[in-house]
């Protein structure tokens, strides 16, 4: 499969064509490459930390990094950080190092500019904007030089601890609900659902 019948698939499992989606998959394909990893199938290879954060435009650029990847929520080796940013580490279990990748906007004036934003910024839902405007605006990114509208960074060493899927369950100390043991916290002598702990997060 080549790098633009991704960004197809991209689309199709997104639901629609727009720009965000497109530098997301551009930026996970990257990451694999810097990282000399494949798509992931399972949950034990990669993780991944994607800055979207909620109720903003352009999250798009997650489902974009997900179908990339192979990081997805399902499989659970997805989080956000919740910064509002679109951007991307992703992490290499095995060998436990990480890139991070950032949208670099050097062209986003352009994008910006497209008859396909300007009907978005009129209301128009992306769902009934001619495709052909819409590719329009993706390609401004596609086929731009990388370096114009993605920041790569170093590769480097990026402790991870797995806490695998055998042991993925305990029950909360106050509620007895099973709560996966990565987001237990301790409290004086007992491990506590997040709700139960009084903690934020
Ligand atoms: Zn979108
Ligand atoms: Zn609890």
């Known amino acids: 499969m080549n790098d633009k019948e991704i960004l197809k698939k991209t689309f199709n499992f997104h639901g629609h ?11 996970g394909l990257v990451a694999l490459r810097e990282l000399d990893v494949k798509r992931t199938g399972v949950s034990g290879e990669l993780h991944c930390i994607v800055e979207i954060g909620d109720h903003h435009g352009a999250q798009c650029f997650a489902d974009g990094v997900q179908y990339s990847t192979g990081c997805t929520l399902g499989k659970a080796n997805i989080e956000k950080a919740g910064w509002g940013k679109l951007a991307m580490t992703l992490i290499d279990k095995k060998n436990q190092k990480a890139v991070r990748v950032s949208y670099n906007p050097g062209r986003h004036k352009l994008v910006a500019g497209s008859s396909f934003m300007k009907k978005r910024g009129d209301g128009v839902p992306p769902d009934q904007i001619p495709p052909e405007e819409a590719w329009e605006m993706v390609n401004i990114l596609w086929d731009a030089p990388e370096s114009e509208v993605l920041s790569i960074g170093e590769v480097e060493p990026y402790p991870y601890e797995d806490f695998g899927e055998i042991m993925g369950l305990k029950p909360c100390g106050i509620c007895g609900e099973m709560t996966s043991v990565a987001y237990l916290r301790v409290v004086g002598e007992k491990h506590m659902c997040i709700p139960c702990s009084g903690y934020e997060h």
């Not at 064509?17 to 930026?27: D, L, P, V």
């Open 17 to 27: 064509i727009c720009w965000a989606s497109a530098i997301g998959t551009r930026a």
